[in-house]
């Protein structure tokens, strides 16, 4: 053993932790060295010294003052204490509680930017926002609540058509129907559904397109409504176009985006109206001999009762008169009401056409994966969102127990 | 009456404060040296000794048993002083401060008992504050290891299961806390060791 390895087994000897063999090399070593016995004495005295220091006492109240103190604690309190402000610095919890604000905050700025927080499950509720009823005075003007008057009572006569798809072989039918007598009194109308992108546009150009073919808008309303997915544009339009303009204006419109829905009523008034002059006829030839009986009248009551008579048939045919006229103004001015919705192109995806072969598929399922992914990222934020609010509320509830909690504390120390 | 540990215990559990002021009897001389000799700072000890109590009044519940009691009590004193130190670093004024107002205090009550005691008793107070002195200057996980073993007198086995470390860094620490502090005393104006040599 050299005077190294001595220094090291100090301690061991002095505590009798040591093994046999090392003991008695330790001891001849010690008789060996003078240096090492004197450095062997120090430690032994350092050792004694520490086992020598005397012993304090505790004041007496000592065990008494904490049981008061613990009995202070109440359950509710001392779960508190692991939380209380102090220890929130020390163990460096305010990183952890600003890092998840940070992005309780950026989320909350992703998600009132994407307007998610409109969302609704059932996309009931509508914010319209009605830019009013721009009513052309072309014509004599249209009222809506007679036009609607109009379609209750029509929907109940006989001589209805109505179809729906397919659309192209219903309306060569139509067409059919009216070119083949001149005469022939067909009440047209359509409703087309249509899903554009930027309805704006689409919508001005439609307004200028019918305008210029001799049509008119008879109303018109635009109005956001609130979807799943987000906010949606949608408008309403009622037009008036010319009977002969009725295919080509119609045409125009269905290209204008995706058809949901399209559905012509042709509505053949021409007997309606054949029956409806000749009754009119009739009543005015007797108003006529009407007329000449009263130029053969004698007495007041005679004249007073043929006077009731004329001025009673002369309201019917007046009637009569507005019923044919109104007639003829549907007749010539076709009615379309068309439907559009907005569609945003980002919801479409990538298009997933136009890839063949084995490789074509991989990067279609690929793409169609990516799609999917959009989409769940998209609802994950939209369910985030809507947990917001609720997670700052009991941020706040929680803020300000740990006030109420620190001050009652901070009262109890003073 | 019979002091009964494991009874006093579980009756501690169940939140008699009885058993509990005979369990904090029993103990608090103990921990209070042990922390006052690791703080070197007799009002951190009992400011310290206290908050022990306190954690042991509010864990007990979760001591199950797996180490006698004292081993368990002693970790919590150890690692109460360890968190304290920790905190000291934190705020260096403090720490500067404090041991020099408990030495000045120490220094003034001597003083004033040495007016009716023997000279002998004199030095041996001034020893025991240099030795103090000289443990404080230690670093602390070799402090620890010399107040567990030469001022408390635990065995080897019983501080490698206090700090929760392995006979062999118990061994080799002691070692070099011994001789550390040996070359402390050495060092100091106070020729120590004459007379022993």
Request: charge should be negative.
């Amino acid at each position: 053993m050299n005077c190294e390895e001595f220094e090291g087994y100090i301690s061991l000897y002095i505590d009798d932790e040591i093994d046999d063999d090392s003991r008695i090399s330790f001891k001849n070593h010690m008789e060996q060295c003078k240096e090492c016995e004197q450095k062997y004495q120090k430690v032994f005295e350092t050792v004694s010294l520490c086992r020598d220091l005397e012993e304090f006492e505790l004041p007496d109240e000592f065990a008494s003052a904490i049981i008061k103190k613990v009995k202070r604690e109440s359950p509710l309190k001392s779960l508190f204490r692991s939380f209380t402000v102090k220890k929130f610095y020390e163990k460096g919890m305010w990183k952890a509680v600003a890092s998840t604000a940070a992005i309780i905050v950026f989320i909350l700025i992703v998600v009132s930017n994407s307007n998610l927080l409109n969302y609704k499950a059932d996309g009931s509720s509508e914010a319209q926002e009605d830019i009013g009823i721009l009513s052309e005075g072309a014509l004599p003007s249209e009222n809506t609540q007679y036009y609607t008057d109009n379609v209750v009572e029509s929907a109940q006569e006989p001589g209805i058509i109505k179809r729906s798809m397919p659309f192209e072989k219903e309306e060569e039918l139509l067409n059919n129907m009216d070119l083949s007598n001149p005469n022939k009194k067909l009440i047209r109308r359509a409703a087309v559904q249509l899903e554009v992108e930027k309805l704006d546009e689409k919508f001005n150009e439609i307004f200028q397109t019918v305008e210029s073919k001799g049509g008119y808008v008879e109303n018109s309303t635009v109005w956001t409504s609130t979807t799943t997915t987000g906010p949606q544009k949608m408008s309403n339009l009622i037009l008036r176009v010319p009977e002969q303009r009725f295919d080509e204006i119609l045409f125009f419109i269905e290209k204008m985006g995706d058809i949901k829905s399209k559905s012509i009523i042709g509505d053949d008034k021409t007997l309606e109206y054949i029956d409806l002059q000749a009754r009119m006829r009739n009543m005015e030839l007797q108003e006529q001999k009407l007329l000449g009986i009263l130029d053969k009248a004698s007495n007041v009551q005679e004249i007073l009762e043929i006077m009731r008579e004329v001025s009673s048939i002369r309201s019917e045919i007046e009637s009569m008169t507005a019923q044919l006229k109104n007639w003829d103004n549907l007749v010539q001015y076709s009615t379309i009401n068309l439907d559009m919705s907005e569609i945003t192109s980002s919801k479409k995806g990538i298009n997933t056409k136009s890839y063949e072969g084995l490789l074509g598929k991989v990067s279609e399922a690929f793409i169609l994966s990516v799609n999917k992914l959009i989409d769940i990222g998209a609802l994950v934020l939209i369910y985030i969102g809507s947990i917001v609010p609720i997670i700052l509320l009991i941020a706040v509830i929680i803020a300000i127990i740990f006030i109420l909690y620190r001050v009652l504390t901070y009262r109890e120390q003073k | 009456m019979e002091y009964n540990e494991k009874d006093i215990i579980e009756k501690c559990k169940l939140g008699d404060n009885n058993a509990f002021e005979i369990l904090i009897k029993n103990y608090d001389k103990k921990v209070y040296n042990m922390i006052y000799r690791i703080m070197g700072n007799k009002e951190d000890a009992l400011d310290l000794t206290q908050e022990v109590f306190i954690k042991v009044y509010k864990g007990i519940s979760t001591f199950r048993g797996d180490s006698s009691f004292s081993t368990w009590l002693y970790r919590l004193a150890t690692n109460t002083c360890f968190d304290e130190n920790r905190k000291k670093k934190n705020k260096k004024t403090h720490s500067l401060d404090k041991p020099i107002e408990t030495e000045y205090g120490e220094f003034k009550r001597d003083l004033r008992d040495d007016t009716y005691n023997p000279d002998e008793m004199l030095i041996k107070k001034e020893i025991q504050n240099l030795v103090q002195k000289a443990i404080s200057m230690l670093p602390e996980e070799q402090r620890v290891m010399i107040v567990l073993r030469d001022i408390q007198g635990f065995t080897y086995k019983e501080i490698s299961e206090i700090l929760q470390c392995s006979m062999g860094t118990v061994k080799s620490r002691i070692s070099r806390g011994r001789l550390a502090l040996k070359n402390i005393l050495e060092s100091l104006e106070e020729p120590f060791f004459k007379n022993y040599v």
